[in-house]
């Protein structure tokens, strides 16, 4: 039998301080309210995680996935961290590491932004690229095996991290700042899938304070996601253009059975909402938020047909800087056959006649 030296847990009650500090020192993030028509009888609302120290909605998951290794002992002084991330989670958790004096290891495709990479590397973290998404995986277990460190594995560990009833998790928050809005408890809550471990907080959260609140979850096109849940069985997908969310197989942390609708975004749309967004509000958002928002709009639509009133809250996943010179850049998108003046033409039009000339709208 192995036993935790008093040094080990000295150090792990220091470091689980640390992380702690650094969350009671945080403010919480703003719900911003965005210009709809008046007439509509929709408000619609968007949790600014970019205002994180680390830019991201994967503050959160970061700062949960380390407390969940260190009070498991799998985090000790000198622990290597690995993660396999395509840019935001990764730099999360090497803010993270530099604050525990920590060496950090990210995998990523060779497609992940440089800025994404630029602010790894201030946090003092380590890149490995890899040319295929779908070797992340094994490429992150073999450095953590080599340098005998620990392999965070965000897609395992994202639902089981967070608390779902409560513990001031994004659900527990909104909620909280939703309380004195005219519509307190929204009809719908959309978010994307990355890992899956923030739908799962926040359906589990839905169903366990008995809100009748409904959980959307959109998906880029190709994502094995969607079709996982519409079909009842794992699905394959491919590589997702849309960085962050979407992967090209359901992950261990996806958990269909809390979401009440799924919408497929086009990555064409998801850039253009994303756009869209800044063109109405002045806030630049990275385009998982666009993939957000193009599902919010659709929920819109069908509220409005409907003749419903009511509320729907999305999250700003992160800033637009982060993708200066990719989403941002119109050769970039070119480049990759995307082209966001179609769907932007149609939220334009939706906002001028409140009618939705794009897919169907989705959703009961």
Known sequence: MTFISGHDRAWSDEAIRRIEAEGNRSADTHLLALPVPEGWGIDVYLKDESTHRTGSLKHRLARSLFLFG????WIREGTVIVEASSGSTAVSEAYFAQ??????VAVMTRSTSREKVALIEQYGGTCHFVDDASAVYDAAEAIAAETGG??????????????????????????????HERFPVPEWVVVGAGTGGTSATIG???RYNRYPTRLAVVDPENSAFYPTWAGGTAALGR????EGIGRPRPEPSFIPSVIDSMIQVPDSASVAASRHLRALTGLSAGPSTGTNLWGVWQIVAKLRS???RGSVVSILCDAGERYACSYNDDGWLADRGL??????????EFFETGIWRGHPPTGN
């Open 70 to 73: 260190l009070v498991n002992g």
């Open 99 to 104: 604050l525990l004096g920590l060496p950090f």
């Open 150 to 179: 620990h392999y965070m594995d965000q897609f395992t560990y994202a639902e089981r991290a967070t608390d779902w009833r409560g513990n001031n998790n994004i659900a527990e928050s909104i909620f909280r700042q939703m309380e």
């Open 204 to 206: 589990r959260y839905l």
């Open 239 to 242: 590589p997702s253009r849309i």
């Open 306 to 308: 409907a003749g419903r």
């Open 339 to 348: 082209d966001p003046a179609g769907p932007l033409a149609v939220l334009e």
